[in-house]
């Protein structure tokens, strides 16, 4: 599925639109530094409470933000049309490594996207998990930022179509097959973002 962006305003309010999310009562009161019986062990984990209060998260990844990507499958996924001075967004189904700290994606190699992706490197994900069990469900909406490239190592290829296949054993048609690209994000920042506007920053590069 993709949905283009055809002016910069659009692309703002469509940006703007994917970034609002919910989060629940509990949430709430943790950020206001109190407590209650109810609060899940996770949020008062020493990583987390560590992770809340601060603006910049250095690597690895933010235990929340691994947390969502474990458990999540759809992401947006953004792309630019330099010639037409345009966005493309698409939605798609996607696999997290942890071992490696990639995100996995497949496409038709007979799409917009992947003629985009063939000609650009950066691009965005927007993240947010609805309606599962994992700790950061319906809680935060993550904006990452990294370099997509089209696997293309035959070993590398193998792996990774089987761990998103794995990962999604429903949508076979999106993943098997030799028309379709297996692609690979190497995460290089993020922004995560709370419902009151909160927002977290992390950077490969910070050390």
């Known amino acids: 599925m993709s949905l283009p962006f055809k002016t910069k305003q659009e692309c703002l309010i469509g940006s703007a639109t994917f970034a609002v999310v919910a989060v629940g009562y509990v949430i709430y009161k943790k950020w206001n530094n109190t407590s209650d019986s109810s609060t899940p062990s996770y949020l008062l984990s020493e990583g987390i409470a560590k992770y809340v209060h601060q603006e910049n998260v250095k690597p690895p990844l933010p235990p929340i933000v691994q947390s969502l990507l474990a458990n999540a499958h759809l992401c947006y996924l953004s792309t630019s049309d330099m010639e ?4 493309h967004l698409s939605l798609m189904r996607f696999t997290y490594l942890s071992q490696d700290e ?68 429903d949508y076979p048609q999106f993943i098997v097959g030799d028309d379709i690209a297996i692609l690979c994000v190497n995460v290089q920042s993020a922004r995560i973002c709370d419902i009151n506007d909160n927002v977290k920053k992390w950077n490969v590069h910070h050390t």
């Open 84 to 87: 037409l001075r345009s966005s």
């Open 102 to 169: 990639v995100i996995i994606l497949s496409t038709s190699r007979n799409t917009k996207k992947f003629d985009l992706l063939k000609k650009q490197r950066g691009v965005a994900l927007l993240v947010h998990d609805f309606g599962s069990n994992s700790p950061a469900s319906g809680t935060y909406s993550i904006t990452l930022n990294g370099d997509c490239s089209i696997v293309e190592d035959t070993k590398d290829l193998v792996r990774y179509r089987k761990a998103h296949l794995d990962h999604n054993p």
